[in-house]
């Protein structure tokens, strides 16, 4: 009998125990219920300064900002973050966080599931790198602060692997200027803006994840300058570029089916011993577009002279909607010798590409239309490395612009399928200049070709007439060529053309003056304002087979 009463107040003992724990650990006071049914909700508020670990077994609350300054903060798998409205979590000087949720993932989320509910999470840069680790978390319901704000700052080396970061009322993360993290594998989505916010700088440090279904599908980069040779990697979503944006001391490589949106008069630049390697497939090309597919949205891209010419290569790009620096501007100029191959320039607001007077680049294959003005504009010097594309459908100027200079190579000038337009005086020193068969040249109002000092002028329409004629099919409207005495005699020909509408340089002059022994035969000389052809008594030109027509002072004299 006393057994059976022992083994009874035992029992009721137990039921007692069972049904207070079941009081104890069945209620949780989270509003959205997030975590586990069993744990003890413990709140954190005050500055963390010595090491300390947080058991999965709790629910951790945060309220207000909480500090990690000189001490590690360690979060166990599995363990359930809350953060109260406002609150923050700031790893500051010394300070460290290891979140490694590889066996189980770590949640950091918000006491009611409302985006903005809580402000951040922030790494600054004086934290401890090597204690800096966010692996397999998930960080939800924050970015608060302000509309601009994020609900991950990243001010230094921290590692955030295989995380998800989503519902944000801001941008899911923002990379400070110089963070250098090792950031990949990430799924940042429904955030209100942009999955990421950085700097040109810190995008190099932005590895392969999945960042669509934001309200801005874009990585946004604010201006910078990037001084490590790296690589830009293609994502599922655009760069999207502002303001000006340099590349110095480092070469850039662009992988293969990237996208990069410009914002309004954003520029990317490769200047000093830089260089831009950006080459696509045809399958996979490179976009460079602006953020708003308007003429003139962004400004362009520059190489400048001082940039490493070899690294510099554009191939299977697409480039467009940019050149709005000015109405004579252009989207893409070339002041070294970059390669610019097989790509499509278009939607420019001014030119289409230019080539400074000292450039000599490697431009072949490619396809510059619907520019509101002509498709190239390049110098008489560098005319000839201007290679066969296609440079039709442009709203203006279906025409090569070419501003006088001196040209001082042996070079050949290619047919294209629109004509060169040359302007101003356009000299031929120390060089010969071939025109192919086919070639076809506007000369501009009072536009000269003066072949000078060891120069020459080989223009033989053998096959298919060389064509030079005015840019307005007007009597006098461009001056002349010349064969100046000092050039090369047996360089200096002239056979198989069309060269019509000169002799503009007065009522005396021609269309064309010889003053050495070179050849001109079979051409058509007509529509001059003056005479067709003069030569000097000093001069021995062989001149045969030429038809002459509407030249108002007469065909041939000497002077």
Known sequence: MRFFNYFSSVSKFMLLLTAAAFIFYGCDSSENGTGPDNGTEIE?????????????????????????KNATLTIEPGSVVKFLSDAALIIDVGGGLIA??????????????????WRYIEFQDD??????????????????????????YVDNDLTITNCTIRSSSSNGVEIDQDAQPVFNNNTITDNVKSP???????AI??????????????????????????????QDVPYNLNGYNYIEEAILTIEAGADITFGSDASLIVDLNGGLLAIGTTINPITFT?????????????????????????DYCIVEYGGGYSSTASMIYVDNNTTVTNSTIRNSSS???????????????????????????????????IGTGDYTGNMQHDYLDIESGTFSSTATLLKQNVPYRLNGYNYVENGILTLEAGVNIKMNSDAVIDVNENGGLVADGTGEQIVISGFVAQNGYWRYIEFND????????????????????????????????????????????????????????????????????GDITTH
């Open 100 to 117: 490694d949720g590889t066996s189980e993932a770590i949640t950091f989320t918000g006491q009611t599931a409302q985006a903005g509910f």
């Open 127 to 152: 934290a401890n790198n090597q204690n800096c680790k966010m692996i397999n978390c998930v960080i939800e319901y924050g970015g608060g602060y302000s509309n601009d704000a994020a609900m991950l």
């Open 351 to 385: 030119h289409g590409i230019k080539f400074d007077d000292d450039a000599k680049p490697v431009f072949t294959g490619n396809t510059v239309t619907l520019n509101e003005l002509s498709p190239v504009l390049a110098n008489f010097k560098n005319i000839t490395y």
């Open 196 to 202: 990421i916010n950085g700097d040109f700088k810190s």
């Open 290 to 314: 602006g953020q708003v597919a308007q003429k003139g949205y962004w400004r362009y891209i520059e190489i400048q002279d001082d940039a490493v010419s070899a690294s510099c290569k554009l």
């Open 486 to 553: 000092n050039a090369i005699n047996a360089s200096c020909v002239l056979n198989e053309c069309l060269i019509e509408y000169g002799g503009g340089y007065s009522s005396t002059s021609a269309i064309i003056y010889v003053d050495n022994n070179g050849t001109v035969t079979n051409n058509t000389i007509q529509h001059s304002s003056s005479w067709g052809l003069s030569y000097e008594d000093s001069a021995s030109p062989t001149i045969s087979g030429n038809t002459f027509s509407d030249n108002t002072a």
């Open 44 to 68: 954190h508020s005050s500055t963390i300064e010595s090491d300390e670990t947080w058991a999965k077994a709790d629910v951790h609350i945060i309220k207000g900002y909480v500090y990690v």
């Open 205 to 234: 440090y932005i590895g392969y994840g999945s960042y669509t279904g934001n309200g801005q599908d874009y990585i946004n980069l604010s201006s910078g300058k990037i001084q490590k040779t790296s690589i830009l990697k293609k």
